[in-house]
């Protein structure tokens, strides 16, 4: 059964078992969260392709685009909005962002253990019966059931990246890098200047990131500098001229540099193949 829920607010909360689905397209601001229960998806998430098996879970931002090219098997997307739950205002409870959700490229895939999708079962389960209950509570307890969804998926993340409760505090300066680099990366390409706003040493986070088997924190910049650049160029018309504007580039040289570094192609390159594909 698929589900839709809107607050007075406007805020969405989505379960559907297919990603054309009106609901998930109503509304641009959706976080979602994709869980193959059987089979094999493959998917493009910003025209980069991808494949999940069955008991793996991949979680979205708004910025990422979605697109299923084939499905064999069954699925689940559990999507909401900030209205309905706003993971920044309520991060001491969830402590999702920069995380589960960044506007990396990189999006974290994560596989799931049979205890942990017997608990994601009962979330779904318990989601789909307070849907059904018609009364003033509803929506504070679907609410609750998203935010157990989300803790599940936190306490996944930290295992897929061997945090242990010993080291809970340090991986969270991780993300908030992440989420800094979200907030700052139009104008803030150094990693003196995150280091700055956490109160570290750009030599402790190197070493931070590294013991966290994360990639380098000049490269996080790097990458979420590019993620956005792609994205302007794939869905919007705007020149390179004025992408290297919106992301904080001085000279359009420089910036087509970067983007040859990082694509290994021009702008113009990546943008004929892409329209040919």
């Known amino acids: 059964m698929d589900?839709?829920?809107?607050?007075?607010?406007?805020?969405?909360?989505?379960?559907?078992?297919?990603?054309?689905?009106?609901?998930?397209?109503?509304?641009?601001?959706?976080?979602?969260?994709?869980?193959?229960?059987?089979?094999?998806?493959?998917?493009?998430?910003?025209?980069?392709?991808?494949?999940?098996?069955?008991?793996?879970?991949?979680?979205?931002?708004?910025?990422?685009?979605?697109?299923?090219?084939?499905?064999?098997?069954?699925?689940?997307?559990?999507?909401?909005?900030?209205?309905?739950?706003?993971?920044?205002?309520?991060?001491?409870?969830?402590?999702?962002?920069?995380?589960?959700?960044?506007g990396s490229s990189e999006v974290l895939r994560l596989e799931l253990s049979e205890m942990r999708t017997a608990a994601l079962q009962r979330v779904v389960d318990d989601l789909r019966a307070e849907y059904g209950v018609v009364d003033g509570l509803r929506e504070e307890m679907l609410r609750m059931q998203l935010?157990?969804?989300?803790?599940?998926?936190?306490?996944?993340?930290?295992?897929?990246f061997s945090v242990g409760a010993d080291r809970e505090k340090l991986f969270d300066t991780v993300r908030r890098y992440y989420v800094l680099v979200d907030?700052?990366?139009?104008?803030?390409?150094?990693?003196?200047?995150?280091?700055?706003?956490?109160?570290?040493?750009?030599?402790?986070?190197?070493?931070?990131?590294?013991?966290?088997?994360?990639p380098s924190p000049l490269n996080i910049i790097h990458d979420r500098v590019n993620a956005e650049a792609r994205r302007l160029l794939l869905y919007t018309p705007k020149s390179a001229k004025e992408i290297a504007y919106l992301l904080g580039y001085e000279d359009t040289a420089a910036f087509s540099r970067f983007f040859a570094k990082m694509n290994g192609e021009s702008i113009t390159g990546f943008r004929q193949r892409e329209k040919r594909e």
Not at 6 to 25: E, F, I, Q
Not at 59 to 79: K, M, N, Q, S
Not at 147 to 160: G, M, N, P, Q, S
């Open 147 to 160: 935010k157990r969804f989300i803790i599940i998926c936190t306490r996944i993340a930290r295992e897929h």
């Open 3 to 102: 589900l839709t829920f809107s607050t007075p607010l406007k805020g969405n909360l989505v379960l559907c078992s297919d990603y054309r689905a009106a609901a998930l397209h109503r509304s641009p601001g959706l976080y979602k969260f994709v869980w193959v229960r059987r089979g094999c998806l493959r998917l493009e998430v910003d025209h980069i392709p991808m494949e999940l098996r069955a008991g793996m879970l991949l979680p979205l931002t708004p910025l990422h685009t979605l697109d299923v090219t084939r499905a064999e098997g069954e699925y689940l997307i559990l999507a909401f909005d900030s209205n309905f739950y706003c993971i920044f205002g309520h991060d001491g409870e969830v402590s999702c962002s920069g995380l589960l959700f960044n």
């Open 183 to 214: 907030e700052h990366f139009r104008t803030k390409k150094r990693v003196q200047d995150y280091a700055g706003l956490l109160h570290r040493s750009p030599k402790t986070l190197a070493n931070l990131f590294a013991s966290c088997g994360q």
